[in-house]
């Protein structure tokens, strides 16, 4: 890879560190903190969260029928969901030791933390949490499939790919037979290296 994209893709980095202290402080101004698992408010903050609450009949009253409408549909996809997790987290254990990959930890992507918040009412915690798992399962999903395309098949493609996972800017070229064998090895090699530590807490 040439020094102008290696110079790009470490911009980028330090620009992503960056991004994640400034909202380390913006959190911190909002008045709460977390404690392992537990997300604490400030008393004053709790209270004026409290206040703003909207009660389940007020809030189906005002929802919109089309929305109330598709919930069953959106519900149902729990399912095949449900059964993505399970498969590609089956498949991750079984194959990345095999091919000596470390896993994707699973906690550093599906987060549900959304249904703290005291101004929130019981349907929309349930919202949140159903968004939020499967939000996370997606990109998680897409991190075993970025490990595995780096293993097998490190080659970008001939057309543009819209909003590709962080991996594929280091694939070959499209074409590019010349020292094809050698950037597979690099790419394996480069896939196994222990995960870095989350940029979260």
């Known amino acids: 890879m040439n ?11 330090q620009r992503e560190e ?7 402080q913006h959190e911190e101004n ?21 206040r703003v609450k909207t009660g389940i009949i007020q809030w189906l009253g005002e929802s919109e029928l089309r929305n109330v409408a598709s ?12 059964l993505l997790d399970i498969t590609l987290s089956a498949y991750q254990y079984l194959c990345f030791g095999l091919y000596r ?32 798992y499967v939000s996370g399962l997606l990109t998680y999903s897409r991190e075993i499939v970025a490990r595995t395309e780096q293993y097998w098949c490190p080659i970008k493609h001939a057309r543009k790919v819209v909003n590709p996972h962080k991996r594929y800017a ?16 690099v790419m394996r090699s480069s896939v196994r290296q222990p995960d870095p530590e989350p940029g979260h807490d």
Do not use: W
């Open 18 to 24: 960056e991004l994640a202290k400034l909202l380390k």
């Open 101 to 132: 990959i470390p896993r994707v930890r699973r906690s550093d992507y599906i987060v549900i933390d959304r249904h703290h918040l005291s101004y929130l009412n019981i349907i929309e915690k349930i919202n949140c949490v159903y968004c939020g």
């Open 3 to 13: 020094k102008k994209i290696n110079d790009l893709l470490e911009e980028i980095r």
């Open 71 to 82: 919930a069953p549909v959106i519900y149902f996809m729990i399912i095949p969901f449900a």
């Open 170 to 185: 280091g694939f070959a070229r499209y074409g590019e037979s010349e020292g094809y064998v050698e950037h597979v090895k």
């Open 30 to 50: 909002l008045s709460y903190s977390i404690d392992g698992t537990k997300i604490r408010f400030e008393k004053a903050v709790k209270r004026a969260h409290r």
